[in-house]
């Protein structure tokens, strides 16, 4: 019996330790980056002395704030599309038998692996052609692009086992195929659906090459903005504007949890 | 059954679709509110780290117009968008000197308005009438400069001349070069003797084999921030663009700036108008702008490369005239190359970069 | 009791949901994607002339340069550092995944946040994070030989080893994500009915465990191997650009080589081996049906 419990708290201790490892080498850069923000000097070699400075240059930066703005918009817009067409195509797909079934499967691999500029520069040929404007409307659909893949992928690995049963005795019981789609398969393939808009957001919030060709002159984004400023050795007021980035996402989401979890506590 | 937190679809749906909705209409107010202003705009791109906020505040101020700015960081960049897109997305874009020629065969540039360039005078005339743009008719000079090398006298000994030195076996792992094919190319066919820009089949096999030795010697390549390496002791010799190079020196005394013997790789980038251009007067308005001695000069305030402004190189402080990694020594300029469209041979330097770069 | 549907009813019932499930992602891949493959199906079958615009001439010359052996080593470098970061992000995602799915519900949300939270700050100022931290005169060296393990700095940065680790730092959510997914949804009741049968924890792994999560495997590595083949940026970045990849190559040929042709066949190439290996993959690895891949 205390063998038993021996093992299990070995097992415990060592997941604990294992985790701590993984984040610490998720967060050895974010430190970097937190620690240059207070950085004295301009340049990212040497930490040479504390100063706020950069937070108000930061905030003064328009340019700067304005790309992020697009980038959130970009990125939420997009990602919403392509989550709602990824689960209706991951869903579609894994339910019927349909001629060219295999086509679209294999197609949907080519965004992910075709390179990026040779998808951006494509993109950017459709766009001339079809007249549509360069700005945040073409950088969506360029999104969403390459991010339906990735919400297909992983719906479909939730999808993986998934008891239809279930739907068809609500089927049975009179309900219509709208009703069944959205109070029961979604609410079951939530956590794959949530996991492939997550993906699909941080794809987005990150994406470069693909932005570059698909931008108009006014809808820079954040990333392509850090690149500039990255690029000459010099940022540490992009590093503020992360900072702050990383403590606000972090402050929202441990708030609505904790609001969730009481929610949770009182109704049990 | 596990009990887990079950969120209500419908709430979901709804709050998505309020989500969705409010941010649509943050995004139409937020573009919305920037061309419902009357004022004019002028949208530029230009490279990175290039043309200082003070050039663009001055500007917005004195003619009222919004200016836009968006950046590149090659001109190949800068072309496959151009190209790409449809007419007149920028007004001014900002090509090398090989650049310029291309795009007016390609028909990607229109002609200045000469009436308005009453500046061009300040100018120095040995940066004008090039061969790239006859008689400036679709360029005028913006900055210039040359691909030297950065030396770290505290980690070199040895005094460094030639760029044929650096292909030394004892400098292994120690070098930090520009990633720009050309450049590099370029400048070991000088070493050997040959022009920047040689065809010659038996000529380019020399410089494959001369590659050859350079390449164990490489540490990294590297043309967003070449003297970061240098800055923080990573390398002890660089091949990059003088402005870096000046930058280092104003860091530390340690660093000097050599032109190799054979000659430099110099270039020389110039302000021009996009074909159907939507803003031609504000864009003609800004190169003129450009050419003032006081504007020009708070471009080499920033960004120390050689300024092709006499007017504005009279203003600068001796510590720009003095340096020779900012104010190029004339003898250097004779006997530097511009960079040259090769036509298809481009496609056997991709292959000698390849092998270089496996 | 059910009732019969006549045969055009049961079609019909069965065409409507099918068509509005697939028809939005079929109509956006193929205008964005089926297009723009073409094209480029084309133009690989053609050459620049002296002012590089693109002639329509029909060669294959822009394949044959592939059989080039240094374009093959490019190509192979490749495969091997996708390959590697995809069988590391494997190795330390999978135990993470688990860990995850098997916590209380409130350390899981908080594991979930603390994972993302690093891939919602640039992912390029991270890199150059680990510039800082892996150079020569880095912090990790200066720790190192402070404390006396070391007496000369590591040689680091601008190694193969560098791009491989800024790869699984870059792509490591994209494989604990769908495998967390997968894993979340096994029930315990069935590793406890084998525990209860007699099966010791690793064969219950192995047999239970292992093949009920395998399409969560599937999708991670998918999406971890294809986006590491051009990848180009991590290695520019932390491999100092001196071992180029095959995203490197292609990116010149569309821009300072102005040779779209040779670019186009390259791309075509790399979609080609790729979809061969996760076909191969496929088949290999079961669950075919689950996948819903012909």
């Not at chain 2, 000097?256 to 980038?269: A, H, N, R």
């Not at chain 3, 045969?7 to 109509?27: E, F, G, Q």
């Amino acid at each position: 019996m205390n063998k038993r419990r021996a093992v299990k708290a070995t097992k415990k201790i060592s997941a604990r330790i294992f985790s701590g490892l993984v984040f610490a080498f998720l967060y050895l850069p974010i430190a970097i980056v937190v620690l240059f923000s207070f950085n004295i000097s301009k340049r990212n070699i040497l930490f040479e002395g504390f100063t706020l400075d950069w937070y108000s240059v930061m905030a003064q930066n328009d340019a700067l704030l304005q790309a992020f703005a697009n980038t959130l918009i970009v990125a939420s817009c997009s990602t919403l599309i392509a989550t709602m067409i990824g689960t209706l195509t991951a869903v579609g797909m894994f339910r019927y038998k349909f001629r060219g079934k295999g086509v679209i499967d294999a197609l949907l691999y080519i965004p992910v692996v075709i390179p990026e500029i040779v998808l951006g520069i494509a993109l950017l040929s459709v766009f001339s052609l079809c007249s549509i404007p360069l700005g945040l409307i073409s950088m969506i659909i360029a999104h969403v692009t390459f991010s339906i893949p990735f919400v297909v992928f992983t719906v479909r690995a939730r999808l993986s086992g998934y008891d239809r049963s279930v739907e068809e005795a609500a089927m049975d019981l009179g309900a219509n195929r709208k009703k069944v789609f959205f109070h029961i398969t979604v609410p079951i393939l939530l956590p794959g659906i949530l996991s492939g808009a997550i993906l699909a957001f941080t794809l987005s919030i990150d994406d470069i090459i693909i932005s570059f060709f698909t931008t108009g002159a006014t809808s820079t984004t954040f990333p392509l903005k850090v690149l500039e400023l990255v690029r000459s050795g010099v940022s540490p007021d992009v590093y503020a504007l992360s900072t702050l980035i990383i403590l606000v996402t972090f402050t929202i989401v441990v708030v609505s949890q904790t609001f969730a979890y009481k929610r949770n506590k009182k109704e049990s | 059954m596990k009990k887990e937190s079950k969120p209500n679809p419908r709430i979901i749906r709804r709050a998505a679709a309020l989500f969705l909705s409010a941010v649509l209409l943050g995004g139409t107010l937020l573009t919305a509110g920037c061309s419902t202003s009357a004022k004019k705009e002028l949208n530029v791109f230009v490279w990175t780290e290039y043309m200082p906020d003070t050039v663009f505040k001055a500007f917005e101020k004195e003619y009222g117009v919004k200016v836009n700015v968006t950046t590149y960081s090659s001109n190949e960049d800068m072309l496959a968008k151009i190209k790409g897109s449809n007419e007149g997305i920028y007004d001014i874009v900002v090509p090398s000197d090989y650049m310029v020629k291309m795009m007016i065969s390609e028909g990607l540039l229109q002609k200045l308005d000469q009436k308005k360039m009453t500046n061009l005078t300040n100018m120095d005339t040995s940066f004008l009438n090039q061969s790239f743009d006859p008689g400036n008719a679709y360029s005028v000079p913006y900055m210039g400069g040359v691909v030297a090398l950065c030396v770290n006298t505290k980690m070199v000994k040895e005094d460094i001349t030639s760029f044929s030195q650096i292909f030394d076996p004892k400098y292994k792992g120690s070098l930090v070069l520009l990633d720009d094919f050309r450049a590099v190319i370029g400048e070991t066919s000088k070493s050997l003797g040959y022009s920047l820009n040689t065809t010659d089949d038996k000529e380019l096999t020399a410089v494959g084999n001369k590659l050859a030795e350079l390449k164990p010697n490489v540490k990294l390549l590297d043309s967003d921030s070449p003297k970061t390496a240098m800055l923080n002791g990573e390398t002890s010799i660089g091949y990059m663009w003088n402005a870096e190079i000046a930058i280092c020196m104003q860091e530390s005394p340690d660093f000097k700036i050599v032109f190799p013997s054979e000659g430099t790789y110099m270039f020389l980038d110039n302000l021009c108008i996009t074909k159907g251009a939507k803003n031609s007067d504000t864009a003609n308005d800004f190169l003129n702008f450009l050419m003032r001695p006081e504007i020009s000069k708070l471009v080499s305030d920033e960004y120390p490369y050689l300024n092709p402004n006499k007017a504005a190189v009279a203003l600068l402080p001796d510590s720009y005239k003095n340096s020779p990694a900012s104010n190029i020594p004339s003898d250097v300029i004779a006997k530097g190359e511009y960079v040259q469209d090769i036509g298809t041979t481009v496609e056997k330097y991709d292959q000698l970069w390849t092998t270089f770069t496996e | 009791m059910r009732m019969k549907l006549k045969t055009s009813h049961k079609l019909r019932s069965k065409m409507l949901p099918l068509i509005t499930m697939v028809s939005p992602v079929t109509l956006w891949l193929t205008l964005l994607i089926v297009i723009p493959l073409l094209y480029l199906l084309v133009i690989s079958f053609a050459s620049t002339d002296a002012s590089h615009n693109i002639e329509f001439s029909f060669t294959f010359k822009n394949y044959a340069k592939l059989l080039d052996p240094t374009l093959l080593t490019i190509y192979g470098n490749s495969l091997v550092v996708a390959g590697l970061t995809t069988v590391l992000c494997v190795l330390i995602g999978y135990p993470f995944a688990y860990i995850m799915a098997r916590t209380t519900p409130f350390r899981k949300t908080l594991m979930m946040i603390f994972l993302m939270l690093p891939f919602w700050t640039n992912s390029i100022i991270r890199l150059y994070g680990w510039r800082t931290l892996l150079g020569t005169n880095g912090y990790i060296n200066n720790i190192l030989e402070t404390v006396g393990i070391i007496k000369e700095p590591l040689n680091m940065l601008f190694t193969r080893e560098a791009v491989i680790l800024g790869m699984i730092y870059t792509l490591f959510p994209f494989m604990v994500l769908p495998l967390h997914t997968a894993i979340d949804k096994l029930d315990k009741n069935l590793l406890e009915a084998a525990s209860d049968l007699g099966a010791r924890a690793v064969r219950s792994f192995f047999h239970i465990t292992l093949p009920l999560t395998a399409s969560g495997i599937f999708a991670g590595v998918i999406m971890v191997f294809i986006p590491s083949l051009g990848y180009f940026f991590v290695s520019d970045l932390l491999g100092g650009g001196k071992s180029q990849l095959i995203g490197n190559v292609i990116e010149r040929q569309f821009k300072e080589a102005f040779n779209w042709p040779f670019g186009a066949a390259l791309s075509i190439v790399l979609i080609l081996i790729t979809l061969l290996l996760v076909k191969i993959y496929t088949k290999a690895g079961g669950n075919v049906d689950e996948l819903g891949v012909v």
